[in-house]
Each structure stands twice: as structure tokens, then as C-alpha cells.
């Protein structure tokens, strides 16, 4: 059989992230087809958007059912035998050869089987990916060698990376959905809205579960109400000092956590996969990993469910160890943070993780920059800089004593980095407030357009 005989014919509507995954499928047939017809019934999402990243012909139909898309795509195919899937499938290599090979004369149609996987996976593991190409490959083989009886998938979407990465995912039996650069909040919903798990779990692509990490951060979901559970570190890259500080910076905060908690990190966690459905996954604005986690987990506390946090639930983490890189993501993530907090006000009083004695840093030390400025034409300001330093330094005195016994090192240089982090963060403060006023000028733009288009569409009807 001749496969400019034949054309394929795919019914969708809003499925986003489904498409991808069965568009990456066809086009990986060992007998590829004449053409590929992707059958839109207007989609309202970005459908239409992944469909044409791939070399498929969109067209569109207004019966608004699955037999109406299939009778558009045989009006519009080209070829002699019209093959059909449907966007939430994902054929196998030799679909497509072991269908067309049963025709023979007199046979007018194939048909063949499916695996209903949706009912067994119990959990789906989504993990975002940008040039990962250092750390991907440990991350995967963790995920592959978990201690579970539970039925799960793996699905790595790639970012658009421009390095080795995407040859080093394709070695692997793993789902893997590759976009345009979007940033991982956006990488995170393609991620678990191709997902089959009732549960979807995430954690990124510089880290290493532990082989128990799917049974530790799985196990608490029997309680209905629980909408999330949250885990911790371990640190990687044991010996380099500035990863050290951070490893043991974030351990004093998850020490410090109780049971139910505000918000973790996406590097381990779980929600209800009907729950991101509810709230609508992960805030986009957000184009770097900063608070695209946390803004997700109040969201989700917001539908009346807990968020636990499960210290069991470790994955191994490569820290930073750039002292540049650091002080760079310190600021994006105090320029988002106002973003947050504008969003939850609520939260702006603190949480767990980051308590009110963490964010009254940020105030003190405006104020020191401040009055450090100032002091040179008016010398008494000098002396509330003073002052101030010394306020910075005892609301370190809590990290220094949770340290000064394990690592008295990490204990004294913590002082000097909780201190040009506080500078960082007040810089980044600043930045977020402009930031914000940027979004918030664009959003009313959008809706000034779109009020203007309403009046153009009322005017050219009467």
C-alpha cells in the first residue's frame, strides 16, 4: 500500500495539549501518510495554535459533532483511503501500516483496537524541561525506577530547548511533548492536560527523586480533602559552599513547616488533577520560575482543600552554585512576588515558608538604602543605617542558631548572603512594583480594544 494513498483525518476541539501528543504520534508512523487533517470544530484554546507547529493541514467544521469533523476531513481529503484517530489518542509506530495492509479487494474497511490506559494510571508525573541536558537524563531514570505497585506515566515536556536535550529524552519509553518556548508554567499545563492520572505530580528537571518519592507524595490523596501535597530537598552537589548555604537555607524553612502548609515548590507536589482543571492550572503571566507555585497553591486552598506537606517526599536537587545566577534568580523572584501578593493580598502577611519575618526585610532594607543615600548630606542618617544593619543582622539569628552546631561555616556566611539577598530583594521590590504597574497598563489596554471592537461590530450592524 502506497502511502500517498492515504490520508488521516483528526477530529478536535480544545484539546491543547492532546493534540501535541497525537500529532508527534502520526507523524512518528513507520508508514507516513499523504497528508494529515487536523478537523477543528473552533477551537477556543490554543489548539489550532500546536496543531500547525507540525506539518498537518488544519481545516475547520460547524456541525459541532465528532461524525460532522469526520464527514468535513473525507470532503477535504486528497487520497484514496481516509485513516481515522482522535486528538486524544496516541497511535503506535505501526498503526498506520497494520491498518492499511488488511485491505485487499473487497474490503472496505479496517478497523482495530485501543488501550484504555485513563482508568489504570493512577498518577501522572509531568516534568518541565529548558536545556536540561546536564541533569535530564538522572531526573528520568529516577522517575523510571520508582518503588510503587500504583500504575504511572511520565510525561517530560520540553521548552523549546536548544541543546542536547531533546536526543537525550527520545532514548526513553516516556510520553514527551515538545513547545515553543513558553516558560514552565506554561510547559507545566501542556504537561498535565495531556495527563491520564487522577493525580498529577510535578518536580523539574534538575532533580532526582528518591526511588519511594511517587509512594511518599501519593500516599495522603485517600482523604478528600487534601488538594495537594508538597515535599522536600536533599541536596546533589554536596561540597560546592554556595549550594550548601542554599541547600541548608531552604531546609531551615521546611523544618520549621507543620502539617498542613500555604504553598510548596513545584520540585515536589501533587494536586488533584480535577482541581487544576477547576482553578485552570498554572498562572502564565508568570514566564520564569518564580511564584508560579505558590500562586497555584493558594489558588487550590482557595477551593476549601488542604495542601500537606509530606517530609518524606524527597527529591535530590542540583543547587546553584553561580554566585551571579543566585543574586539573578533572588530578583526575578522578589519582582514577582509583588505580582502575588497583589493577586492573594491576603498572603501578603506571610505563610509558612516565607513568615513576616522574612517580608519585614524587604522594608527594613529600603529603608537603610535609603537613609545610607541620604546620609551623605545629612550625617545623622547615618546613624539609623546603623541601626538598621543591626535589625537585618538579628533577623538572621534564627538561621544562625538552627546552623552554628552543623556547619559553623555556612552559619557565618549565611549572615553576609541573607544580607546582600535582603539588598536584592529590595531592588527586586522596586522592580516588581514597575512590573506590576506594566501588567496592569496592558491589561486595561486589552480590555480598551477590546470595547472598541464591540462598538465597531455594533456600529456595522445598524
Given amino acids: 500500500m502506497m502511502s500517498d494513498n492515504i490520508s488521516e483525518v483528526i477530529p478536535v476541539k480544545n484539546e ?93 474497511g479496517v478497523g482495530c483496537g485501543i488501550k484504555n490506559d ?32 500504583k500504575k504511572y506515566e511520565i510525561i517530560i515536556v520540553d521548552d523549546g530547548s536548544t541543546d542536547n536535550t531533546p536526543n537525550i529524552i527520545k532514548k526513553y519509553p516516556i510520553k514527551t511533548i515538545t513547545q515553543k518556548n513558553a516558560g514552565p508554567a506554561a510547559a507545566r499545563n501542556i504537561g498535565w492536560k495531556a495527563s491520564s492520572g487522577k493525580i498529577v505530580a510535578f518536580t523539574d528537571s534538575d532533580c532526582v527523586p528518591i526511588p519511594d518519592w511517587i509512594e511518599a507524595i501519593s500516599k495522603h490523596f485517600n482523604d478528600p480533602a487534601i488538594g ?29 513547616l507543620g502539617k498542613e502548609i500555604e504553598a510548596v515548590g513545584t520540585f515536589s507536589v501533587a494536586f488533584r488533577k480535577n482541581l487544576l482543571e477547576r482553578v485552570g492550572g498554572f498562572d502564565e503571566t508568570y514566564k520564569k520560575a518564580t511564584a508560579e507555585d505558590f500562586d497555584l497553591c493558594f489558588a487550590i486552598r482557595k477551593t476549601g ?27 526575578w523572584f522578589s519582582v514577582w512576588r509583588i505580582y502575588l501578593y497583589d493577586k492573594y493580598k491576603c498572603m501578603a502577611k506571610g505563610d509558612r515558608y516565607t513568615p513576616i519575618t522574612t517580608l519585614i526585610q524587604v522594608p527594613v532594607t529600603l529603608l537603610f ?13 547615618f546613624i539609623i543605617s546603623i541601626f538598621l544593619v543591626g535589625v537585618l543582622l538579628m533577623l538572621t539569628i534564627p538561621f544562625i542558631s538552627y546552623e552554628i552546631r552543623k556547619n559553623p561555616l555556612i552559619a557565618v556566611i549565611g549572615v553576609f548572603m541573607q544580607f546582600i539577598r535582603n539588598i536584592i530583594w529590595a531592588v527586586g521590590f522596586v ?15 486589552k480590555r480598551r480594544r477590546g470595547k472598541e471592537h464591540v462598538i465597531k461590530l455594533v456600529d456595522s450592524t445598524t
Fill in 369 to 381: 538604602l535609603l537613609s545610607l543615600v541620604l546620609g551623605v548630606f545629612i550625617e545623622k542618617l
Fill in 305 to 331: 482543600h488542604k495542601i500537606i506537606y509530606e517530609p518524606n517526599a524527597i527529591v535530590g536537587h542540583y543547587h546553584k552554585e553561580s554566585f551571579l545566577k543566585y543574586i539573578k534568580s533572588q530578583f
Fill in 118 to 149: 485513563d482508568d489504570l494510571v493512577a498518577i501522572s508525573v509531568v516534568v518541565p524541561v529548558y536545556n536540561g541536558e546536564k541533569t535530564i537524563k538522572k531526573t528520568i531514570e529516577a522517575l523510571l525506577s520508582q518503588k510503587t505497585e
Fill in 16 to 108: 491543547e495539549a492532546k493534540i501535541m501528543q497525537c500529532l508527534e504520534a502520526v507523524f512518528s508512523q513507520s508508514l507516513k501518510p499523504h497528508e494529515v487533517l487536523v478537523v477543528d470544530g473552533h477551537s477556543t484554546d490554543r489548539t489550532v495554535e500546536r496543531a500547525r507547529e507540525f506539518p498537518a493541514r488544519v481545516v475547520y467544521e460547524d456541525y459541532g459533532t465528532v461524525g460532522g469533523a469526520r464527514q468535513v476531513g473525507v470532503l477535504s481529503a486528497e487520497s484514496g483511503i481516509v485513516a481515522f484517530t482522535d486528538a486524544d489518542c496516541v497511535p503506535e509506530k505501526n498503526w498506520l501500516e497494520d491498518v492499511v495492509k488488511e485491505f485487499d479487494e473487497g474490503i472496505v
Fill in 431 to 445: 522592580g516588581g512594583l514597575v512590573n506590576l504597574f506594566y501588567l496592569k497598563f496592558e491589561k486595561c489596554k
Fill in 228 to 256: 495537594g501535597v508538597g515535599g522536600t530537598y536533599k541536596m546533589e552537589n554536596i561540597g560546592n559552599i554556595l549550594a550548601t548555604y542554599i541547600g541548608e537555607d531552604i531546609k531551615f524553612r521546611h523544618d520549621r
